[in-house]
């Protein structure tokens, strides 16, 4: 058999080389395909079988700020404290109240007794009254028939029936007795001003007295006031004492009701007045009642925290919804969800924000499921809701899209 004779040693060195060659236009060409490919994962199917997924959709999307708030009355008749009594009833809060109903009791014994007595000082002035009445008059008389004693007197002595000394005596008594009847009447004088002042003083009394009760102005529905500072509010109860003039319940107008919330920082120059808001109640979650911005605060303040009472580090800014609809059912007091709607889109593209991720270039990626692989897609978005973002650029209707991260990632 003949035998293949040695290849020279120059042509095993030059395949030995070509092999070397060979071996790093294989890695140079790998590691320019895995550039190429960019974001796509090569990552099989049964590595992300226990993943969520969902599809990009299109259709119409809003995008809404959800907030919560408390509603309350754009008119309401305010009852205040009108002395310091302690509360002893109240309207239920929450009651529907006609004018003229009782709307508080208040702790009125001391003034009854206090009325008892100014009255019967007024009877005993006007006994004494009474008495300096009758006490002038019989002075008066007395002064008359001295007068008419003196005056008679005066033309006797004249014929010489009486001496001179008679007429100057009877002269002299009438005076004296003129003299008493001014007294006696600033005793009456007196006693009728004694009668006026206890007079004054049992109206006070007995106005007091009537203070024991209020009653409604108008028509409403009650609502307790509350008192104390921001972070320790308190509603007025039965049993405390108020001070005068302090707020005890109001008579809010339900036919015009407002919603009080707040708006972030961050998101204040996505709102403005006029933009419509959806208006859920706690009490009432299926109901939705539509409502408008009407103010929005010029200043911010620091957020309290619902949980805690506490201010917080965040900055809010107040605002006002004013409910367009009418319903018994809105009251003051209730828990409210403002939704405002600050864009609405009708023909957009749309994906969860679950399928929303960031890779570690910052950069805002989704992970499109393909036949056999899955792709990390950079992707452009335009807003986003509570639930779903609006997608600008780097996705199609029907793709579907992992609703988290591949476990290779």
């Known amino acids: 058999m003949k035998m293949s004779s040695p290849q020279p040693n120059w042509i095993t060195k030059f395949l030995a080389g070509k092999n070397r060659r060979k071996t790093m236009m294989i890695v140079v060409s790998a590691f320019i395909l895995i550039l190429w490919l ?79 007595e100014a009255h019967s000082g007024l009877l005993v002035t006007k006994a ?22 003196y005056e008679s007197l005066p033309e006797l002595a004249k014929k010489g029936f009486v001496m001179e000394s008679e007429v100057e005596q009877a002269r002299l008594a009438h005076m004296e007795l003129k003299s008493r009847t001014v007294a006696y009447q600033a005793a009456v004088d007196a006693a009728r001003a004694n009668v006026e002042r206890a007079e004054r003083a049992l109206a006070q009394e007995q106005r007091k007295l009537r203070e024991g009760v209020t009653l409604a ?30 707020d005890l319940m109001y008579l809010p107008d339900i036919s015009s009701m407002l919603v009080d919330t707040e708006i972030s920082e961050v998101d204040l120059s996505r709102i403005k007045i006029g933009l419509p808001v959806e208006i859920r109640l706690d009490a009432y979650p299926d109901a939705v009642f539509k409502g408008e911005i009407k103010t929005i605060a010029d200043l911010a303040r620091r957020k309290i925290s619902r949980i805690t009472g506490k201010l917080t580090g965040a900055k809010v800014f107040s605002v006002t919804v004013k409910v367009v609809d009418q319903d018994v059912r809105l009251k003051p007091g209730l828990s409210a969800t403002a939704e405002i709607i600050v864009n609405e889109h009708e023909n957009a593209l749309f994906i969860p924000l679950e399928a929303v991720f960031v890779d570690e270039q910052d950069r805002t990626i989704a992970y499109v499921k393909k036949s056999g692989s899955i792709e990390a897609r950079p992707i452009v978005l335009e807003e986003s809701n509570d639930r779903v973002a609006v997608v600008k650029d780097g996705l199609q209707e029907g793709e ?6 591949p476990p290779s990632i």
């Open 217 to 246: 102005p108008s028509a409403g529905l009650v609502v307790y006031a509350t008192y104390g500072s921001v972070e320790s509010q308190r509603k007025v109860d039965i049993g405390m004492t108020p001070f005068e003039g302090m």
């Open 400 to 405: 579907e899209l992992l609703l988290d991260r």
């Open 128 to 149: 004494d009254l009474v008495k300096a009445l009758s006490d002038l008059e019989a002075q008066r008389t007395k002064e008359e028939a001295a007068r008419k004693s």
């Open 38 to 116: 960019g974001n796509t994962l090569l990552v099989s199917d049964t590595d992300t079988g226990n993943i969520p997924t969902a599809k990009v959709k299109r259709g119409q999307v809003v995008i809404k700020i959800t907030e919560t708030g408390e509603l309350r009355a754009q008119d309401q008749v305010t009852i205040s404290a009108i002395n310091d009594k302690q509360l002893i009833w109240m309207a239920p809060e929450g009651q529907w109240v006609q004018q003229g109903d009782t709307l508080i009791k208040y702790a009125s014994e001391k003034y009854v007794i206090s009325s008892d």
